[in-house]
């Protein structure tokens, strides 16, 4: 009924959460008073602490860390990790802009003596390349909002993850999928299928009426 404060003995809760004798600690924290100073506390400190516990650099059996250090880490592995996802997505929009290609060059093969049919009538290779090219990047817009609509899923989980890492006191960064970046990857989308069905709209364009009317 309500929210419960516990209090305990330092004795118990040694017991309780740590296996460490009545002198022993798993932890030291140490606040520099200037952040100037701090690679100086970390050397004071590991020297200290190698002489306290006779040990030596190939020996010591403790580590000393700074929250630079830290952020450090974290940096360069968001890094690689953002290579890796930046890879990925260059191998996806490779294969997405292939088979956008492949599609088209179906398309015209099997729409040849339509195309010979609209420029009997008059149509330009100017407009037959439009008609084609507005297709393709309706390919693309539809792989677009596809991705964002996974995207935007994948963005609440994480972040509903993150959410509950935060109520149990942990910190991380919260995700945030806005109107501007859903527009720019469906630009982004549609300039990808534009340009991988340039060369079939031009094939298209390039087909002689005459030619293309005999296709069977």
């Known amino acids: 009924e309500g929210d419960r404060t516990i209090f305990m003995s330092i004795d118990d809760a040694r017991r309780i959460f740590t296996d460490l004798g009545q002198d022993e600690v798993s932890s030291i924290s140490i606040k520099a008073s200037d952040p100037s100073v701090v690679d100086e506390v970390v050397n004071g400190t590991e020297t200290r602490l190698m ?22 880490t974290i ?39 339509q195309i010979g049919t609209l420029k009997a009538l008059g149509s330009t290779n100017f407009e037959i390349m439009n008609l084609f090219l507005m297709e393709s990047a309706f390919f693309g817009l539809i792989g677009g909002v596809i991705g964002v609509i996974i995207g935007t899923l994948i963005s609440f989980v994480i972040g ?10 942990g910190r991380g960064a919260l995700t945030l999928v806005t109107p501007q970046l859903v527009l720019i990857a469906l630009g982004f989308a549609m300039l990808v299928g534009i340009l991988s069905g340039v060369f079939p709209a031009r094939h298209a364009a390039k087909l002689k009426p005459v030619d293309a009317l005999r296709y069977e």
């Open 75 to 113: 940096s360069s592995a968001m890094m690689s990790i953002t290579l890796f996802l930046g890879g990925i997505a260059a191998v996806s929009l490779l294969v997405g802009a292939v088979g956008i290609a492949n599609t088209m060059y179906m398309s015209v093969l099997e729409r040849t003596r």
């Open 51 to 72: 002489l306290s516990r006779h040990v030596t650099d190939k020996n010591k059996d403790f580590t000393v860390t700074s929250a630079a250090s830290i952020r450090e």
């Open 160 to 169: 509903g993850s993150v959410g509950m890492m935060g109520a149990r006191g």
